[in-house]
Each structure stands twice: as structure tokens, then as C-alpha cells.
């Protein structure tokens, strides 16, 4: 059994649907789990109808009603019948995500994995039901049914045990009437039947987690760009393709923010030695990159992560005195308190810093919070260079005439933390 995850550009609209059958073709017979994203920007959409909803600007229904528009125009250049039943399918799920806008708002996590986890399955429901109208035949699986999670909205933690088990029982019985099982990436299910979600742009995820649980032979995830580059093309011209990578740098690479993996999907994978695989839906045939056991990562070349809208914020004690353990133990608890994912930090004898992403609700909490007991300074509007197998050259090059604010190396990364460059 292999595993396929088919992200939101590879099924953003209707050719973009068929040419990922025409890639399932290629592997007629054999036994397929395949996880796929919302289509093209619906979760954004999504993400406004929340905030709508959440800030009770009445218009919530309005942004809804456009997302439905979009869907509905690839149904209709996909299924030649108006009258096919797909459509009553997605009208109904459209129909639920109204009834939560409708309900009395509980809290903007619990609501945003309500709503926003509806993109995955209204995409799995329309691209199963035109695979299976064009002879890829296969089974639709709910995936709330099998994988179970606490109740840690938008970061659900997952419950192996009792999604292991819930996995073996309900796939095997699928696999018995279609080698190939559509199901959703990115959500899961608590114990009181409510959504949940794992993480923005959590998919990737979710297929690891079905290998690790099924004991994949490999999983594979299917993008836009032709496999692991050494730098987001929208920001640097040269970027390579790295060939195969060691399980130690894709983590590495995952966890400081390189966009096409995401940070959680390694280490399900490693555990149970599953090689990854990434290669590109626009070029199916081309090898893309491997990620495995025993593998070095080829070409040994820097990576570079860029992140934007970044707060840089330096805690001290308001007697001057120094940031010991217990200081340190009290601004963690804090910050895991509040739900916020260190970037960088760092310490000195008077002060802890730490850059994190610029979330429009918790960082003015965390600032709140922290103001109670310590003196707080912070810069927003920064970006955040990661560069792993750095050179000096390559520091200096990034770094020349900008403004850095915080700098950190190691053995094999350095991070950089600068002022945005002044757009011209």
C-alpha cells in the first residue's frame, strides 16, 4: 500500500482534478490511500467566513456564497449532468458549514475547525465522485471516522491508539471493494464528535500518519515544484532541486518553516523507516526527491527559509536583575499556555528574545501577559532567514546592507533576523 497526498494547487480547478486521475492511471492496481487538500484558496476563503462570523460582521454568508460559486463552476466543467449527485452532496455540506455560522460563536479556534475543515471535504467529495464517474474506481472515506485527536483546537494532538485502530478496521474493508480510498487531509475528530484540525497546511501530515498506521510501503506527496528545492522559488531566481535528502535535514528544514514540507510529517515516517517521496504533478514521470533512512542529502548546498511578518520580542526583569531558570520557566509556560511556536530565541545575562509569527490574536495576548511581570520591548514587520549548511559568503550576501536585529549560528544553521526591505 502506498500513500498519495494531493495538496490544493494539484486539485484547484477542473483540469487540475483530471490531470491528478491521470496520475492515479499510472498506478492501476495497486492499493492507494490518497489524502487531499481543500481546492486551490479555499481554506483562505474559509478563513475569512470565520472571521466574519467570529467578529459578527454580517457578511459571512456572502464570502460562503462565493466559495460555493467557485466550487460549482469546476463541478459544472467536470460533470456533463447538472443533475449529478455530487452536487446535492456539496449543497448539503455548504448547508452545514450555515448552520455553524448560525450557532452562537464558542470561541475562535473551536469555530475556525468547524468551518474551515469544510474545504477538505467538499474537494474529496467532488474529485471521488468524478474519478469514480471516469473509471478510477474508489471508496470516499470521512476520515473523522478513524482519525481521533484531543480536543486542542486548530493543533489537535493525535490519538495513536484509538486511531490505529479505527484505521485497521475500516481501510482493509474499503480496500476490499476498490484498490484506491479518497479521504481528507488536515482534520480529525474528538471524543464529543467535534472537528478538529492539526496545523495549517496539516495534509502532509495526515498521509503520515496513515503510513506510519498502515505500515506504508512509501509515502508521496505530489506539489507544483519538481521536489525539495534549496529555496522557495518566489524569493530566489536559482533555486536548485535537491535529489534526496537524510530524514535529519528534511526535519531540520520542516521545523524552521520550509514551505513543502510540513514540520510534523518526518518523524511518523522515520520511526517506521517509510521513505517520502516528492515529485512534481506538472512532470509525473520526473524522479523529484527522495527522503529516507541512510540517504545523504545530495547536493550538499545551503537551504534557505524565508519567513515574513515576524515580532521579535526581548523580555527582562524590571529590576534589571538576571533572566534565571525560573524566569524562563514562567515566560515558556506562557508561551505554551497561549498556544505560540518559538521561531528563534535567545538569551543574555538580562534579557530572553524570541521571534515569532505576527498572529493577530496571540501575540497582543502573549505582550499582555508578559507586561505583568517583565519589561517588554518588540519590533513587528521583521523577516526571518534560516540557512542550513550556511557559508560565510551566503550570510553576507543575504545580510549586506540590511539592518539585522538578531543574529544566530550554529554548526550547520545560521538565522538572521532583519528589517523588511523597504519596498521600492
Not at 479505527?166 to 479518497?182: C, D, G, M, R, T
Not at 501575540?363 to 520591548?377: A, F, G, H, Q, S
Request: charged share 25%.
Amino acid at each position: 500500500m502506498k500513500v498519495f497526498k494531493f495538496g490544493g494547487a494539484s486539485v484547484k480547478d477542473a483540469s487540475a482534478v483530471k490531470n491528478a486521475g491521470e496520475i492515479l492511471k499510472q498506478f492501476e492496481g495497486e492499493k492507494l490511500v490518497v489524502v487531499i487538500s481543500a481546492m486551490g484558496k479555499t481554506t483562505n476563503g474559509l478563513e475569512k467566513v470565520v472571521n466574519a462570523c467570529y467578529n459578527k460582521t454580517n457578511d459571512a454568508l456572502l464570502i460562503l456564497e462565493e466559495i460555493k460559486s467557485f466550487h460549482e463552476k469546476i463541478m459544472g466543467e467536470l460533470f456533463e449532468n447538472d443533475k449529478h449527485e455530487v452536487y446535492q452532496k456539496v449543497n448539503n455540506l455548504f448547508v452545514e458549514i450555515e448552520w455553524v455560522i448560525e450557532d452562537e460563536p464558542r470561541g475562535y479556534d473551536f469555530i475556525y475547525d468547524q468551518i474551515v475543515s469544510f474545504g477538505e471535504l467538499i474537494s474529496t467529495t467532488i474529485v471521488s465522485a468524478w474519478l469514480n464517474e471516469n473509471g478510477i474506481g474508489n471508496n470516499w472515506l470521512d476520515i473523522r471516522d478513524c482519525l481521533l485527536t484531543d480536543n486542542n483546537y486548530r493543533e489537535a494532538k493525535v490519538d495513536w491508539k484509538q486511531s490505529e485502530l479505527l484505521f485497521n478496521e475500516k481501510i482493509p474493508a474499503l480496500f476490499a471493494s476498490h484498490p484506491i480510498v479518497i479521504t481528507q487531509g488536515f482534520i480529525g475528530n474528538t471524543s464529543e464528535n467535534f472537528t478538529t484540525t492539526l496545523g495549517r497546511e496539516g495534509s502532509d501530515y495526515t498521509a503520515a500518519i496513515i503510513a506510519h498506521i498502515m505500515n506504508a510501503e512509501s509515502v508521496t506527496i505530489w506539489k507544483d515544484v519538481p521536489g525539495v528545492l534549496n529555496a522557495d522559488p518566489k524569493f530566489f531566481n536559482d533555486a536548485q532541486k535537491l535529489e534526496q535528502l537524510s530524514y535529519l535535514d528534511a526535519i531540520e528544514l520542516a521545523y524552521y518553516g520550509a514551505s513543502v514540507i510540513h514540520p510534523k510529517t518526518i518523524k511518523p515516517l522515520e520511526n517506521k523507516n517509510i521513505p517520502l517521496h516528492v515529485r512534481s504533478f506538472l512532470q509525473p514521470t520526473a524522479k523529484g526527491t527522495t527522503i529516507g533512512k541512510d540517504l545523504q542529502t545530495k547536493p550538499l548546498v545551503p537551504s534557505f527559509i524565508f519567513k515574513t511578518n515576524q515580532v521579535l520580542i526581548s523580555i527582562s526583569a524590571k529590576d534589571f536583575s538576571f533572566i534565571a531558570e525560573e524566569n524562563l520557566s514562567a515566560i515558556f509556560g506562557t508561551l505554551a499556555e497561549i498556544g505560540i511556536k518559538l521561531n528563534l530565541m535567545q538569551n543574555s545575562a538580562i534579557s530572553f528574545s524570541v521571534c515569532i509569527d505576527d498572529d493577530q490574536f496571540k501575540v497582543p495576548k502573549l505582550i499582555e501577559r508578559l507586561k505583568e511581570d517583565y519589561r517588554v520591548r518588540y519590533n513587528s514587520d521583521l523577516q526571518l532567514y534560516t540557512i542550513r549548511h550556511y557559508y560565510p559568503s551566503t550570510i553576507e550576501t543575504l545580510s549586506t546592507g540590511r539592518d539585522i536585529l538578531l543574529e544566530q549560528r550554529s554548526r550547520n544553521t545560521a538565522q538572521l533576523v532583519m528589517k523588511a526591505e523597504e519596498k521600492k
